[in-house]
T-cell receptor, first 114, second 111 residues
Framework: DVKVTQSSRYLVKRTGEKVFLECVQDMDHENMFWYRQDPGLGLRLIYFSYDVKMKEKGDIPEGYSVSREKKERFSLILESASTNQTSMYLC?????????????FGDGTRLSIL | SQQGEEDPQALSIQEGENATMNCSYKTSINNLQWYRQNSGRGLVHLILIRSNEREKHSGRLRVTLDTSKKSSSLLITASRAADTASYFCAPMDTGRRALTFGSGTRLQVQP
């Protein structure tokens, strides 16, 4: 079974801090994704990566950056955290390029910015 | 980017009843996927239906796809309390790499 592991289930940070959310997958998947989930807004795509050192903006990239130095690891960075970035963050991975493969999700990180 | 719109937003049924959730989308797709999310957890893939398929079954799940109407439905038969969760459809646009999701249908199955 594919395992996608997010480093923290719960995280509390202060406004202005630089925040790192880490995600690791164990299936050698090319594609990795970061979403945030807010009540009433569903899941929104922040960034994704289809190869090492490659990234593409999703629908809401403002205030975020990402890093993919190794195939198994995809990091989401909040450069200067703000209270409106309090949310549930979900990481996912998928094999193949334009493929009929499912996305596999981690259990999420609930991030609170105070 | 395209996302599916699920309907209804919330559904409450008794154990043993069937649950039907609908999904509409706007543009041409390669496939459409359904996911489940238990409270406070990540999404779990349920079923994928390709654009050239009309119906697919997996255990108690039945998914239909009508590309002419740009709609899909998920039927859960003989529901159980453990089916209580949010359900999301995710249409995969032709040529895109990432799935997008709507707000989902919250299903409550009363024991």
């Amino acid at each position: 079974d594919v395992k996608v592991t997010q480093s923290s289930r719960y995280l509390v940070k202060r406004t202005g801090e630089k925040v790192f959310l880490e995600c690791v997958q164990d299936m050698d998947h090319e594609n990795m994704f970061w979403y945030r989930q807010d009540p009433g807004l569903g899941l929104r795509l922040i960034y994704f990566s289809y190869d090492v050192k490659m990234k593409e903006k999703g629908d809401i990239p403002e205030g975020y950056s990402v890093s993919r130095e190794k195939k198994e690891r995809f990091s989401l960075i909040l450069e200067s955290a703000s209270t409106n970035q309090t949310s549930m963050y979900l990481c996912a991975s998928r094999g193949g390029v334009y493929s009929n493969q499912p996305q596999h999700f981690g259990d999420g990180t609930r991030l609170s910015i105070l | 980017s395209q996302q599916g719109e699920e309907d209804p937003q919330a559904l409450s049924i008794q154990e043993g009843e069937n649950a039907t959730m609908n999904c509409s989308y706007k543009t041409s797709i390669n496939n459409l996927q359904w996911y489940r999310q238990n409270s406070g957890r990540g999404l779990v893939h349920l079923i994928l239906i390709r654009s050239n398929e009309r119906e697919k079954h997996s255990g108690r799940l039945r998914v239909t796809l009508d590309t002419s109407k740009k709609s899909s439905s998920l039927l859960i038969t003989a529901s159980r309390a453990a089916d209580t969760a949010s359900y999301f459809c995710a249409p995969m646009d032709t040529g895109r790499r990432a799935l997008t999701f709507g707000s989902g249908t919250r299903l409550q199955v009363q024991p």
